[in-house]
């Protein structure tokens, strides 16, 4: 997935803002909390390195994975980074990306949640 495909996806989700931050990444938040980020591209043209939050259970399978890793300064919240463009689907990110926003709206207040328009269970646009 490049960073533009990336962007789209997570631009989908309600209420999500995204900055720009850390030297480039593409940071989206919900309620101001971070669900995903994505790495630009290196100068020597390696590709965008995409991370996201898991469940538990989720992050004890992926990190173990060909071409994932442990997100460096976020592993101990349960985050994992793509580091291998061919890592994992199109599709199968977009569902784990679904799912980070989903736990992150799941850890915001219920006044936020409310605020937001997030509890009717409907977070597209």
């Known amino acids: 997935m490049t960073r533009d495909e990336f962007d789209t996806h997570c631009a989908t989700l309600r209420h999500a803002t995204n900055v720009v931050q850390w030297g ?3 940071v989206w938040k919900i309620g101001g909390k971070i669900f995903a980020l994505c790495a630009p591209e290196t100068k020597d043209g390696n590709h965008p390195k995409i991370s996201f939050k898991c469940s538990d259970m989720v992050y004890e399978i992926l990190r173990d994975e060909p071409g994932i890793i442990p997100a460096p300064h976020l592993a101990r919240a ?4 793509l580091t291998e463009p061919d890592a994992m689907s199109d599709e199968d ?10 736990i992150i709206v799941g850890k915001l207040t219920r006044k936020i949640r409310a605020e937001l328009g997030l509890s009717d269970g409907s977070n597209r646009i």
């Open 93 to 102: 990110l977009k569902e784990h990306l679904d799912v980070a926003y989903e």
């Open 78 to 81: 349960k985050w994992v980074q």
């Open 24 to 26: 480039g990444c593409s």
